[in-house]
């Protein structure tokens, strides 16, 4: 079980890539979505709707989270684009779906849907930080830019 966070593989030009960033990453997209709003009450929204904005530190904790989710923001739609956050929409909820299906969650309970929302923000998250490793995995290609001819 240990080995799954510190697995390390060779690439083809003699690095070793490790794991351990898709267990990071993953830690970073649940901390953003997590601690910017959830069910629970104990998140970013009731934090500053409760202080003066101009007080201590909430200037800095807004300025810092807004800053995060911009980097995170610019990371899904650099690298899967509208599309693809849309296809990840999709998918989630068919799988939403198929609980409900089954009898696990109900879309009538408020926090069960509110847990499943802040999860699947983190989810599509996670996809746009790692999208393009998960292309080259899938794949082997890296990146591919756009040529135009010259007709």
Do not use: C
Request: glycine fraction near 10%; charged fraction near 10%.
């Amino acid at each position: 079980m240990s080995n799954i966070f510190t697995n390390t593989k060779k690439t083809k030009k003699g690095k070793e890539e490790s794991s351990f960033r898709w267990w990071v990453t993953l830690l970073m997209s649940f901390g953003l979505a997590l601690g910017t709003w959830n069910p629970t009450g104990y998140h970013f929204i009731h934090y500053i709707a409760q202080q003066d904005l101009l007080s201590g530190f909430t200037p800095f904790a807004i300025i810092f989270m807004l800053g995060l989710w911009i980097l995170a923001i610019k990371s899904i739609f650099q690298s899967i684009g509208w599309g693809g956050t849309i296809f990840i929409l999709i998918v989630i909820g068919a799988f939403l779906w198929g609980l409900n299906s089954y009898g696990i969650i109900e879309f009538d309970n408020l926090t069960q849907m509110g847990w499943a929302g802040t999860i699947s923000v983190a989810i599509i998250i996670w996809v746009g930080l790692n999208a393009s490793i998960i292309w080259k995995t899938l794949t082997g290609v890296y990146s591919t830019d756009t040529v135009e001819s010259d007709d």
